[in-house]
């Protein structure tokens, strides 16, 4: 009975590692070189985010999502 382990995720090999580290310091030099460009894209930055949050944050949280035979929760003192 031989015991065979999956094969692990590229990131967590020692090849993948080096990339995600070449990656952060890549990223790290053009966020610091670009701040000045950057910065000045935050504010849209915020307002592309409000809908983005709107359409995506709306599978959470049960609006209106009842599935089941039983409609009440069980922290709530509606009944």
């Given at each position: 009975m031989s015991l065979s382990l999956p094969p692990a995720p590229f990131?967590?090999?020692?090849p993948g590692?080096?990339?995600?580290?070449?990656?952060v310091i890549a990223l790290f030099?053009?966020?610091?070189?670009?701040?000045?460009?950057?910065?000045?894209?935050?504010p849209y930055a915020i307002l592309l985010l409000c809908p983005?949050?709107?359409l995506f944050g709306h599978h959470h949280g049960g609006h209106g999502h009842h599935h089941?035979?039983?409609?009440?929760?069980?922290?709530?003192?509606?009944?």
């Open positions: 990131w967590r090999s020692r590692i080096a990339v995600g580290m070449l990656l030099y053009f966020a610091r070189e670009h701040f000045a460009h950057i910065s000045l894209l935050l983005l949050m709107h089941g035979a039983d409609n009440t929760s069980k922290g709530d003192d509606k009944g």
